[in-house]
């Protein structure tokens, strides 16, 4: 039997990144009352939250309200925030293992899925991933550049990251200005020629990914009118009996919406967002220059498989849409990480429950765990990793339990901090953060907005006064 976990010897956590699944984890380990925890939360960015700071669409500030929950978490005496140290070049697992009892990353999904079509990397076509980020003002892009003086853009796609790209670029500057949108999104949107916006789902109306509330909302655009092409509109046979046989009350109220869209008439506002669905796009094609003028897209027909699930395959009819701006918003991915088992056919940490497995023999490494996307992949709203990390939490607790736990020779708060201070010693603390946070406040406030956000790491460490 082990002590470690008792007031004299705290079980030490280290939780590699700071979104949702990362405090989540770090709360149901507080919330075990006869636990003694210690928790070290790291991430590379001097900022935390994760997607509900890079993510969550700057239109939704209900949404980051969540953030108060993290504060809380964050406020406990045994936890601290790491920020700005980076897992695998700052520090590394030979290192938290000689520091922690157990380790959990929680890092989520940093990249994007690929289509896998000729002309995918044409100028003119883009992760979305890598649109949210940058209008999001995550500092690894706010460099990057996205061509808005194109007026017909397609987002492939009909999941709630599509609409939230359709959205924002569908938005009016007026808007835009009232929400906590990276400055230099803001201005390059406010000369955006956007004019037409083309969502493509693969497959139809009542399979479509993206949530209600958020579909609702396309319909209730400032300056922007939504329409569904009445043909793509109706459900196909296939469809229709599958929601007889289920009649599930979102998916029916999603279709009715989409077909309302379908009837409506435009009101002739400056943008239109049309909702396309069973077409796929099978080429990208540009001009001599590289940069893309139109998609090749190829109706779909639906096919059940042997589980029962409508996929779509492709029919001999194809069409050609011109567009100058191509988002491809098909889903997240998980990236490996230094040391870490990584599953590359599903884009996750290798895995059981959140016990990190060995590949071969499948067998659990001791300590190591993982919670949140780059557990499960990218699914689920910001609190569905309320439930995964507490299974995470569970095993942990079970191993600390049956004494299957790392054996750190430097088990205490200060050794880690040495460490940490020698590798970074421009370090984020949860107070810096806590400083950061008010003077993006006060900045936003001055204009009206939620928060002025800092877009460079430099320009954050120097407002704390740390030398760059
Ligand atoms: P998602 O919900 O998984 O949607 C991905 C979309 O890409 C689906 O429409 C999918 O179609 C399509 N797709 C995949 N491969 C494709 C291909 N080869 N060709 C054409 N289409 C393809 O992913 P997401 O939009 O990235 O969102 C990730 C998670 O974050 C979701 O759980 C989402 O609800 C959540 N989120 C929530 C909010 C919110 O609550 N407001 C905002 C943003 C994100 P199929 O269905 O046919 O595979």
Not at 59 to 76: L, N
Not at 105 to 112: K, R, S, Y
Not at 243 to 258: A, G, H, Q, R
């Amino acid at each position: 039997m082990t002590d470690v976990g008792s007031a004299l010897n705290p079980l030490r956590v280290a939780i590699v990144g700071a979104g949702p699944a990362g405090f989540y984890t770090a709360e149901h380990l507080f919330r075990e009352s006869d636990l003694a925890v210690e928790i070290d939360m790291f991430d590379r960015l001097p900022t935390p939250f994760g997607l509900v700071r890079a993510g969550v669409a700057p239109d939704h500030q209900k949404i980051k309200s969540v953030t108060k929950v993290y504060d809380r978490i964050a406020q406990q005496p045994n936890f601290r925030f790491y920020g700005y140290v980076e897992f695998g070049k700052d520090i590394h697992l030979d290192d938290l293992k000689t520091h922690y009892h157990q380790i959990c990353f929680t890092t989520g999904a940093q990249t994007d899925r690929s289509l896998n079509i000729p002309g995918e990397d044409l100028l003119g076509s883009y992760p979305a991933t890598e649109f949210v980020a940058w209008y999001n003002g995550h500092p690894d892009f706010r460099n990057n550049h996205f061509d808005l003086s194109q007026e017909r853009v397609a987002v492939i796609g009909v999941g709630n990251v599509a609409v939230d790209v359709a959205r924002i670029l569908c938005r009016t500057p007026e808007e835009l200005a009232q929400t906590d949108i990276a400055d230099h999104a803001l201005e390059a949107l406010r000369h955006s020629r956007v004019k037409e916006v083309y969502l493509l789902g693969r497959r139809g109306p009542a399979q479509a990914a993206f949530t209600n509330p958020e579909i609702k909302e396309m319909g209730e655009l400032l300056d922007a009118d939504v329409t569904v092409l009445p043909r793509e509109a109706r459900l196909d046979l296939l469809s229709q009996a599958d929601l007889e046989k289920n009649p599930d009350k979102s998916t029916l109220k999603k279709v009715e919406i989409l077909q309302e869209y379908a009837r409506r008439q435009p009101a002739g506002k400056s943008r239109r967002l049309t909702l396309r669905f069973l077409v796929s796009p099978v080429e990208l094609i540009g001009d001599e220059t590289g940069q893309i003028q139109a998609m090749k897209l190829v109706r779909n027909e639906l096919y059940a498989t042997e589980a029962g699930t409508l996929r779509p395959k492709p029919t001999a009819e194809y069409e050609t849409l011109p567009v100058g701006l191509v988002f491809r918003s098909v889903g997240y991915r998980g990236v490996p990480l230094p040391g870490v088992p990584f599953n590359d056919d599903w884009g996750v940490i290798l895995n059981e429950k959140g016990r990190i497995l060995k590949s071969e023999p499948r067998q659990p490494v001791t300590g190591l765990y993982t919670a949140g996307w780059i557990k499960r992949g990218p699914s689920g709203v910001i609190g569905t990793n309320k439930p995964d990390a507490a299974q995470t939490v569970r095993c942990m607790l079970e191993d600390l339990n049956q004494g299957h736990i790392l054996n750190p020779i430097h088990a205490e708060v200060e050794a880690a901090k040495n460490l940490i201070c020698r590798r970074q010693p421009r370090y984020i603390s949860y107070n810096d953060w806590l400083r950061l946070d008010e003077l993006e406040v006060t900045r936003g406030k001055k204009q009206g907005r939620p928060r002025l956000k800092f877009t460079r790491v430099e320009e954050m460490l120097a407002a704390l006064g740390q030398e760059t």
